[in-house]
């Protein structure tokens, strides 16, 4: 009877191990299932700063005029084409044709000028209402004609009409976007298990090259040992940005994964504030350069993931000017530096840190750094609202430690009420010269002279360009290795 | 009966307005600006003012207060900040996680707790008593999380029998979905299991020396009719208080698990409002969590009545 009852339980397992195997198998021709670390508070990108909800929606269910590729270029997307007036004042885009949104209604010019005069209002909530600043009109002479004017040449435009924050929504739905994203996009949204996941499939109507994904669910996945055991598991197919940079050996190491290190827009700066005494000293801000070792800060807080930088630029663009030499790591230096600014004698300065892991782990290894040069510091651990409201809008602040997200931002320093106090005449002429140039090439060399007057100047230590640790299953192709902008762009995913 | 219960109703009352004004003050008195928070640090001042306007937080505090009692007493526990949709959306959804999970947690802890403590009483000193209280040792003194995470790799990641975390949702089916609660119900239950054994034993241990118990003996009833029907019933209150603690704390207490397992129940959602700032949502959720403590501990009082008639107060057994 033994040995019966024995052989019948391994027949079911065997059974149950095959239907599982069977079920997987035939589930993952078109359906993928990627894993993000935060959930979207909601998914309306024209209302909320909060990357998660570009990472779910951004080109998967909404589309802008324009749209950013994999490489970070400019690229039509819901416009057709452009022209551009030789002032660099009027926007002409030739809209396509016979596009509906999710919901069936036709999609024509009349929604493009609801959508930008909706971000533009003065009751607009768009977390980046800037973008939108350089309007003066926008015109829709006929259904798939669209005629922006400007108010002086903004040579960003056509970049800034591609971010998440600028997709064109319909009056019918833009206020229930949040709950029921209705785009024009090659995936309809389908449902949103609230801490859980959200789910979309492909959509047949789509007007441009239709997505090979039938169907494509975004997993919530908080917590980095989970995400580990979830990948092993295989209940997840892919994680675009792995949260456990200390486990990726572990895939490397296993031949059923891919694992890509790819760079993001995430340029991470020990933030000084230019404002405060001793930091609006040149000599002391060039001495805190000098002190900071980035490789180990790298090794030490990244696990050796992420790229040096020596400005405030992505290392991955074509304009990229490579200034990590101008200030090696140089004790002494840093310390002769000090001294001749009448810091010989010590320092003390407060290091307020935010919740990420690159801001904690790398404020210790900074810490020890500066005080091997005489430079003392407070650290202070703050949750990103503390953050919000002490450093960032009091600049109430020596030394912070945070990365920049956003794409293309090298004009936030020549913003007059930010955080890092600093004011320079010359580079906020850079910064309108570069919004008056249209043309490429012009633009990159105004951009590396930005570049360098920032590493000139010092203004911030400039650590390391955030990385980007995909994770997924050795047969999922298309997936983004690096990210220009905050997006899953999944139009492009398919199972080998 | 009656007045028992009128007793037990105003207190709860009571408890829960008081309980409200705790939680209203305390976010009030919490730095941070929600709009803030979610508008990030590209916003420009006129945005951030005309979105504290469209979340009502132009009020005045007093009024706002009174806005929201009258609201959470008419059932519409308002508008989660950062989701857009209804609290009470959100919290229904969770239920249909939290409350199943507790459930299962529950009965699989007290189907495992009651028999090994009873066992053990009866067995005093012996084998069976050394093993269960080897057993509730390991199970108190090993942390759930690790617990959880070691269950996982043996049955998500190693055998893949189970899957290793999300929860299905009841409409993919009822057996997909407990498919997916087993683990955690598992690592829930252990250690809850433990201690309710341990407070069994020592409850059984207790009356087990009574007279009456003697006396049932005596009178003829067998050793494990006296065990069951004198002993065991008058050994309950402690427990029946235990199991009322740990329900409530099952509720919402979970958020480890829920991590481990990432599993959209409340104590996640807690946790993720109070770092969104989303303040109508954790407002809502503690006053939720409040009165689901208080009304578990309202139905453990009337459990003590239903078990030990002396407790019914108003009315006379001699």
Avoid at chain 1, 317 to 341: F, M
Avoid at chain 2, 91 to 116: M, N, Y
Avoid at chain 2, 196 to 211: F, I, M, N, Q, Y
């Amino acid at each position: 009877m033994k040995p019966f009852i024995a052989r019948a339980c391994a027949a079911a397992l065997i059974a149950c191990g095959t239907l599982a195997g069977a079920s997987t198998v035939q589930a993952a021709k078109d359906s993928l299932v990627l894993a993000m670390v935060l959930e979207p508070p909601h998914l309306d990108p024209t209302a909320g700063a909060a990357a998660a909800i570009d990472e779910v929606v951004y080109a998967n269910i909404f589309e802008g005029l324009t749209r950013i590729d994999r490489n970070g270029a400019v690229k039509p997307a819901l416009a057709e084409s452009w022209t551009v007036s030789d002032d660099g004042l009027t926007y002409t885009f030739k809209l396509h044709q016979g596009v509906t949104f999710h919901d069936g209604t036709a999609f024509d010019s009349a929604d493009v000028k609801f959508s930008l005069d909706r971000a533009l209002a003065e009751d607009s909530t768009n977390a980046q209402k800037g973008l939108f600043a350089p309007i003066a009109s926008v015109e829709a002479p006929d259904a798939s004609t669209v005629v922006i004017t400007l108010k002086q040449a903004a040579g960003n435009f056509l970049f800034n009409l591609g971010w998440g924050d600028a997709v064109i929504v319909a009056p019918e739905s833009a206020a229930t976007n949040n709950a029921e994203p209705v785009g024009t996009g090659p995936f309809k949204f389908d449902r949103w298990v609230k801490g859980d996941r959200i789910e979309m499939s492909r959509n047949p109507d789509y007007w441009g090259t239709p997505a090979k994904l039938a169907k494509a669910t975004i997993k919530i996945i908080p917590d980095p040992a989970a995400a580990t055991a979830a990948l092993l598991a295989g209940d997840v197919d892919a994680f675009a940005n792995f949260p456990a940079p200390e486990a990726l050996a572990q895939f490397e190491g296993d031949p059923r994964f891919t694992v890509k290190v790819g760079s993001t827009e995430g340029e991470t700066i020990l933030a000084m504030n230019n404002g405060r005494k001793a930091l609006s000293d040149l000599r002391v801000r060039r001495a805190l350069a000098h002190a900071v070792d980035r490789k180990a800060v790298v090794d030490g807080a990244m696990f050796g993931y992420g790229t040096p930088i020596g400005t405030h630029f992505a290392p991955h663009h074509p304009a990229y000017v490579d200034l990590t030499g101008r200030y090696p790591y140089d004790r002494e230096k840093a310390q002769a530096l000090l001294t001749e600014a009448g810091y010989g004698d010590g320092l003390t300065l407060s290091l307020k840190l935010p919740p990420p892991s690159y801001a904690r782990r790398g404020g210790e290894i900074i810490a020890a750094q500066l005080a091997a040069v005489g430079v003392q510091t407070k650290i202070e651990q703050l949750e990103w609202k503390g953050w919000l409201e002490q450093v960032f809008k009091a600049k109430d602040y020596d030394l912070t430690i945070v990365s920049h997200t956003e794409p293309m931002d090298i004009g936030i320093y020549a913003r007059d009420d930010y955080y890092f106090d600093y004011h320079d005449a010359d580079f906020q002429a850079l910064m309108t010269k570069l919004e008056a140039t249209v043309a490429e090439k012009g633009r990159y060399a105004i951009l590396a002279e930005a570049q360098k007057k920032l590493a000139e100047d010092s203004v911030n230590v400039f650590l390391f360009q955030l990385a980007k640790h995909g994770v997924w299953n050795k047969d999922v192709m298309g997936l983004w290795e690096n990210s220009p902008v905050q997006a899953n762009d999944l139009t492009e995913v398919y199972w080998k | 009966m009656a007045l028992f219960l009128l007793q037990r109703l105003t207190a709860l009352v009571v408890t829960l307005l008081v309980a409200s004004l705790v939680v209203f003050l305390v976010m009030e008195v919490l730095p941070g600006d929600p709009a803030a928070v979610m508008l990030g640090i590209n916003a420009r001042p006129d945005t951030l003012a005309a979105l504290r306007q469209q979340m009502g937080l132009d009020l005045p505090a007093a009024q706002r207060y009174v806005l929201w009692l009258g609201g959470l007493a008419s059932g519409d526990l308002g508008t989660s900040y950062t989701y857009g949709v209804s609290v009470w959306e959100l919290v229904r959804e969770r239920l249909g996680l939290s409350l199943p999970l507790a459930l299962i947690a529950i009965c699989l802890s007290t189907a495992l707790a009651i028999p090994l403590g009873v066992l053990a009483a009866a067995r005093r000193g012996r084998a069976a008593d050394a093993g269960v209280m080897g057993f509730t040792q390991l199970g108190i003194a090993i942390p759930n999380f690790w617990f959880a995470i070691l269950l996982i790799l043996l049955f998500g990641v190693h055998w893949q029998i189970l899957p290793a975390g999300g929860f299905a949702g009841w409409e993919a089916g009822a057996w997909p979905a407990l498919k997916t609660l087993i683990l955690p119900a598992v690592a829930l239950a252990l250690p809850q299991a433990a201690i309710l054994a341990r407070v069994t034993r020592s409850s059984v241990l207790e009356t087990l020396g009574e007279d009456f118990v003697r006396t049932a003996r005596a009178k003829g009833l067998t050793r494990s009719a006296a065990l069951w029907r004198h002993a065991v019933r008058n050994a309950l209150i402690p427990v029946v208080t235990i199991m009322g603690l740990q329900f409530s704390f099952l509720l919402a207490g979970t958020i480890i698990i829920e991590n481990v397992f990432y599993l959209p129940g409340l104590g996640r959602l807690v946790f993720q409002a109070i770092a969104q700032h989303d303040l109508i949502v954790v407002k809502d959720l503690v006053m939720l969590l409040a009165a689901a403590v208080v009304v578990v501990n309202f139905l453990v009082d009337l459990a003590y009545a239903v078990i030990d008639p002396r407790l019914r107060g108003g009315r006379s057994y001699e």
